[in-house]
């Protein structure tokens, strides 16, 4: 799946993707996927469900509410990765993300 990186605006996040953000705030309120595993988690972002880079679109059939932590978890799953690449440093300090340049051969 190509991931564009053009601005999120021309990606289809403009002003009808916030008011669908504002109105699942106001009305579904937690996260949905804590919420189908047990636990209560205020939801902060309107997540494309089949996101919109593999065809995905902006009906509300396709949004669902989540927390930070469980759209970050599902980006990693829909971009085809098993773990988070970028971050973190080891017992050394050295960072872990193989792209760091430090990490170039």
Do not use: F
Request: positive net charge; proline residues 6%; aromatic residues 4%.
């Amino acid at each position: 799946m190509a991931w564009s990186k053009t601005s999120r605006h021309d990606r289809g996040y403009g002003k009808a993707h916030e008011a669908m953000r504002a109105h699942l705030i106001a009305t579904v309120i937690l996260c949905e996927e804590c919420t189908r595993n047990g636990r209560v988690t205020p939801g902060t972002i309107a997540d494309h469900i089949k996101p919109l880079a593999d065809g995905g679109d902006n009906s509300r059939d396709n949004y669902q509410l989540l927390c930070a932590p469980c759209h970050d978890a599902k980006t990693i799953v829909d971009k085809g990765q098993t773990k988070r690449v970028r971050g973190g440093c080891t017992a050394s300090g050295m960072p872990t993300d193989p792209r760091h340049p430090w990490n170039q051969g």
